[in-house]
């Protein structure tokens, strides 16, 4: 079975560009997460889907990130426009999203290494 | 804020050293994992601890979670060059299930 597709793998753009990222959850997985991790930190939650419901985006900079899962299925998050502080890796993530489960397995994809220049 | 220290961030080692990575918080999780990440992927799962005081084994690891559930550790003997890698601890918020991550160990087993 497949697990948590990204893409793309990398992705390098100069300041003030828009930049959108693509993650493909496993399949039957109801929740998905996107983290970004900065270079020599552990992954940080930017927001987290049940289904189409965004239910945790306390941590997304709303003022330049965007995230929607229209299907509730395949996700994007977009920066528009991208600064240089947003260079970091953006790795998505999904769990069954089994009802009164305290703690899943959350199962990361490879990331989208992003450099912005 | 829930904080969790990991120490040290840095280590080097000749192959078939034993080794302890320790993972710190003042505040108390409903349960806590250790992942390993290599480069260019994501982490990987490889234990996840829920009761005080539990010990889990898996081969040369060793994981171990604190009496009050706010601190652990990942005790490796006998290290081989294929533990090399980012070993992440994360604890489960018992408020709102998120996932706190530790800044992470870099782990070097030289051959």
């Known amino acids: 079975e497949a697990g948590v597709v990204q893409s793309p793998r990398y992705k390098i753009i100069e300041k003030k560009q828009p930049v959108a990222f693509w993650c493909n959850p496993i399949?039957?997985?109801?929740?998905l997460y996107w983290y970004r991790q900065n270079l020599g930190q552990g992954p940080e939650l930017l927001i987290r889907y049940e289904n189409e419901e965004a239910v945790d985006d306390s941590q997304l900079p709303k003022d330049r990130f965007s995230a929607e899962r229209l299907k509730g299925v395949d996700s994007t998050l977009k920066i528009q426009p991208a600064e240089l502080g947003d260079s970091a890796v953006y790795l998505c993530?999904?769990?069954?999203?089994?009802?009164?489960?305290?703690?899943?397995?959350?199962?990361f994809g490879p990331g989208t290494r992003l450099l912005v220049l | 804020t829930q904080l969790l220290e990991q120490s040290p961030q840095f280590l080097s080692i000749q192959e078939g050293e034993n080794l302890t990575v320790y993972c710190n918080s003042s505040s108390v999780f409903s349960s806590l994992q250790w992942y390993r990440q290599e480069p260019g992927e994501g982490p990987v799962l490889l234990v996840t601890?829920?009761?005080?005081?539990e010990v889990k084994k898996l081969k040369r690891l060793t994981f171990q979670f604190g009496d009050a559930r706010k601190d652990s550790s990942l005790h490796i003997t006998a290290a081989q060059p294929g533990d090399t890698g980012l070993y992440l601890c994360?604890?489960?918020?018992?408020?709102?299930?998120?996932?706190?991550f530790g800044q992470g160990t870099t782990l070097q087993v030289k051959p």
């Open positions: 601890v829920v009761t005080g005081g």
């Open positions: 993530a999904s769990s069954l999203g089994v009802m009164g489960q305290a703690q899943e397995t959350q199962y």
């Open positions: 399949s039957g997985h109801n929740t």
């Open positions: 994360a604890g489960s918020s018992s408020n709102t299930g998120k996932l706190i």
